[in-house]
T-cell receptor
Framework: KQEVTQIPAALSVPEGENLVLNCSFTDSAIYNLQWFRQDPGKGLTSLLLIQSSQREQTSGRLNASLDKSSGRSTLYIAASQPGDSATYLCAPEYGNKLVFGAGTILRVKS | GAGVSQSPSNKVTEKGKDVELRCDPISGHTALYWYRQSLGQGLEFLIYFQGNSAPDKSGLPSDRFSAERTGGSVSTLTIQRTQQEDSAVYLC???????????FGEGSRLTVL
């Protein structure tokens, strides 16, 4: 069974800190991996898409790395801001579907 | 449109009634997906469309659930004889291709009383 684990489950940090969110997946036969954020009561917003042949992807203060062989991805958030507060979801793609982790709830305090 | 549009945003229904949820994907996106998000289960895949065909229906939880897509665009998810366990947020997503970046709508929150 394809399972995705995200650690930590929740994180509370002061503004300005650099953060690391971890994702691990049991089946390494992925097509790609996508990171999303979800604000309360909202849909999912795509942050980064990493193809299986890539090692990392960057967008602004966000950097995601992928180690397919070990079944891990990491999302780095630099210089965190209160607006970064949300739930962050990792989702590797298998065939026709994404399999989601339970997410990391991030709170950035001002 | 600019993004994935879903309607209704909220639906309250009585147990046993049928409901229809609509998804209007981003123009030009050939791949369309339905997911369900509930408190106990997280985000679950329901069905995948490529054009008007549904090559993967493996996530539909029972035969009370069905979906169609017409004109390679709008999709409707139908739940017949709703049960309380069907209460969840139903999310639709689209992408340019099967392995492309997914863009999600805001979801339809279904409450079955």
């Amino acid at each position: 069974k394809q399972e995705v684990t995200q650690i930590p489950a929740a994180l509370s940090v002061p503004e300005g800190e650099n953060l690391v969110l971890n994702c691990s997946f049991t089946d390494s036969a992925i097509y790609n991996l996508q990171w999303f954020r979800q604000d309360p009561g909202k849909g999912l917003t795509s942050l980064l898409l990493i193809q299986s042949s890539q090692r990392e992807q960057t967008s602004g203060r966000l950097n995601a790395s992928l180690d397919k062989s070990s079944g891990r991805s990491t999302l780095y958030i630099a210089a965190s801001q209160p607006g970064d507060s949300a739930t962050y979801l990792c989702a590797p793609e298998y065939g026709n579907k994404l399999v989601f982790g339970a997410g990391t709830i991030l709170r950035v305090k001002s | 449109g600019a993004g994935v549009s879903q309607s209704p945003s909220n639906k309250v229904t009585e147990k046993g009634k049928d409901v229809e949820l609509r998804c209007d994907p981003i123009s030009g996106h050939t791949a369309l997906y339905w997911y369900r998000q509930s408190l106990g289960q997280g985000l679950e895949f329901l069905i995948y469309f490529q054009g008007n065909s549904a090559p993967d229906k493996s996530g539909l939880p029972s035969d009370r659930f069905s979906a169609e897509r017409t004109g390679g665009s709008v999709s409707t998810l139908t739940i017949q004889r709703t049960q309380q366990e069907d209460s969840a947020v139903y999310l639709c997503a689209s992408s340019l291709s099967r392995t492309g970046e997914l863009f999600f709508g805001e979801g339809s929150r279904l409450t079955v009383l």
